[in-house]
């Protein structure tokens, strides 16, 4: 539910140029609620911008009007521009403006409402406008009832309730995790509108590359390693396996969640070697949360069963500091 709604409902009640943000490396539910919203609101005549810190992953290439989307990576000067002009900024799927780098620094102290849309734990307070629910399956879901709140249903329109689906589609990895009776209401809405459930899941997940399953085959049988002892999966990439199958960005997508697939596997890690950074994302089964893994040893968060961080250290010194880690963690790992 959205904080102050009667007030986001009057601001919005004029035409207002509008901003929507969200988090760097933007995934599907990321894009979806952007330009989900992006629709909803150009069809109520607002002057509408989107906005990411970094580029967008190819599979969501086919979404209508996503090249529109301003890449600070590329052009900072618009992401700039636009964020002075702006009314009103939303930020979806992140809830700390150090998510968003330096498009966190402009947005701080722009003079533009700030309105959070976003399902992680521990939201930072930095909105005028707040739907913060950890419990929600996807940014898009809360998107879809901000239209509602909004009493917006009129506006939906089949590309509208796609952006959504696609967000939802993605973050429950295909309705395994974090689905609910609402949720399935939810869809059972969007496909009321005319959703293509079909043609969506098959636009996202029928587009891979050949490098893509030979990439996955590489994991799977060269660089996973399963520690019984600690019902724990790790698989790394290096530096070397980025260049020799021409890893982009995006491309390692939904990897780590093979590891899940073993019966007794609880925590699985995933660890590449980035350009400047080692990248860790963690995925858990059931109770066991990962959240806090990522959050006090890796600089990161996310959800419970799905989160993320990264280290300095060199790609072998990380994947040692994460097994150190995985004794205190042991009676829960093995309970
Ligand atoms: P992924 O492993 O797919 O990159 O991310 C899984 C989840 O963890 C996402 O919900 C994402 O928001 C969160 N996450 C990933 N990396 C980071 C990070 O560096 N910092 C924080 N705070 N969250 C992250
Ligand atoms: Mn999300």
Request: with cysteine.
């Amino acid at each position: 539910m959205m904080e102050n709604i009667a007030e986001l409902k009057a601001f919005l009640s004029f035409p207002r140029d509008i901003a929507i943000v969200t988090h760097r490396n933007p995934d599907g539910d990321a894009i979806g609620s952007s330009l989900g919203l992006y629709h909803f609101l150009k069809e109520q005549g607002h002057g509408v911008n989107m906005i990411s810190p970094s580029e967008y992953p190819d599979t969501f290439a086919w979404m209508p009007e996503i090249q529109k989307m301003a890449i600070y990576d590329v052009d900072p000067d618009l992401v700039r521009n636009i964020i002075e002009r702006s009314d009103i900024i939303f930020c979806l799927d992140f809830n700390a403006l150090d998510r968003i780098d330096k498009v966190g620094e402009i947005i701080a102290p722009a003079r533009a409402r700030k309105a959070m849309i976003d399902h992680h734990l521990y939201p930072e307070p930095f909105a005028d406008f707040v739907s913060s629910d950890t419990s929600a399956s996807s940014t898009c879901e809360l998107v879809f009832e901000f239209i509602k709140e909004m009493n917006g249903m009129r506006y939906m329109t089949p590309l509208i309730g796609e952006c959504l689906f696609t967000g939802i589609l993605t973050d429950t990895g295909s309705f395994k995790y974090s689905t609910s009776a609402k949720l399935y209401r939810i869809v059972a809405e969007l496909l009321e509108a005319g959703v293509d459930d079909y043609k969506v899941q098959d636009l996202i997940f029928n587009s891979l590359k050949e490098k893509h399953l030979r990439l996955l085959g590489h994991c799977l049988n060269n660089r996973m390693e399963i520690l019984e002892e600690y019902n724990t999966g790790i698989i790394t990439l290096t530096k070397e396996d980025y260049a020799n199958f021409d890893i982009q960005r995006g491309d390692t997508e939904g990897i780590v969640n093979y590891l899940l697939k073993i019966k007794n596997v609880k925590m699985a890690a995933f660890i590449t070697e980035q350009p400047t950074i080692v990248k860790i994302s963690l995925r858990s089964k059931g109770d066991f949360s990962v959240q806090e893994i990522a959050r006090r040893h890796f600089k990161g968060g996310g959800h419970r069963n799905a989160s993320g961080g990264y280290s300095f250290q060199s790609l072998q010194a990380t994947v040692l500091r994460f097994k150190n880690l995985l004794p205190r963690y042991r009676l829960q790992l093995m309970a």
